[in-house]
């Protein structure tokens, strides 16, 4: 039997081959004649109009999936907090000795908080696709550290550019391209063809995405307040809660 649920899923999934959905499917227990029918009717052409995606509904997948893999997170971010501070007080204490290689240990504690950082952009990724968390994924993007990096910069610059003019625009222009290294490590694309990717999904979204940022802020904020330890909790449901919003937007698009 075809389900909302069903389709939804499918659509989410745009991008990726009929083949690795429909295995993902049989091993969550759908069966084969319903997944087929749901590829049928997901292909028929529909008047495209721009539905605005639920804050709610992302925030309580983020809070949910959190809460089932909660032992998860808290070794991946403990694992994550771990190789951000030690590589940065060795760099900092051989420093004061040593200049050249204080300078080459900022640049791998550079390096390393990147990579991780993508990493846990495709761990989300990976709970939006109902696959289950990987330590490994902490390291598994670093072919796709420079084109990340210069895809950052480049946001980074349009961001500052829009600021300078007064202010505005540099808010308007940060989320019109914000989703721009999900389109990297989900797509593998370069930073001009990411950056135009982000710039269409979030096309008539705007104002329901900055009110979105203000929440998991918000959220992220009293994770903050409780002495920190909430920080364990708040920061896996808005990371996932984001990605939500990534796909559910590129689900209305041709992805």
Known sequence: MITQ?????????????????????????????????????????????IQKFSKREAISFGWNTMNHNLGFFIGFLIA???????????????????????????????????????????????????????????????????????????????????????????FIWGIKFCFFEYFVIDKGLGPIEALKKSSAITKGHKWNLFVFFLMISGINLLGALCLFVGLFATIPTTIIAAAFVYRKLLSQTHG
């Open 5 to 49: 649920q069903l389709l939804d899923y499918i659509k989410l999934q745009r991008g990726k081959s009929k083949e690795e959905i429909k295995s993902v499917l049989l091993a969550h227990g759908w069966q084969e004649k319903d997944i087929d029918e749901a590829f049928n009717v997901s292909k028929k052409p529909i008047t495209m109009t």
């Open 80 to 170: 994550w907090g771990l190789l951000y501070i030690i590589p940065a007080v060795i760099a900092e204490i051989t420093g004061k000795e040593n200049v050249f290689l204080g300078a080459i240990l900022r640049l791998a504690d550079f390096t390393l908080t990147i990579i991780i950082l993508m990493g846990l952009v495709k761990t989300a990724l990976r709970f939006c696709d109902n696959e289950k968390g990987r330590f490994s994924d902490l390291f598994s993007q670093y072919g796709l550290f420079f084109r990340y990096l210069f895809a950052r910069i480049l946001y980074g610059l349009i961001v500052f550019g829009g600021t300078l003019l007064l202010i505005v625009p540099g």
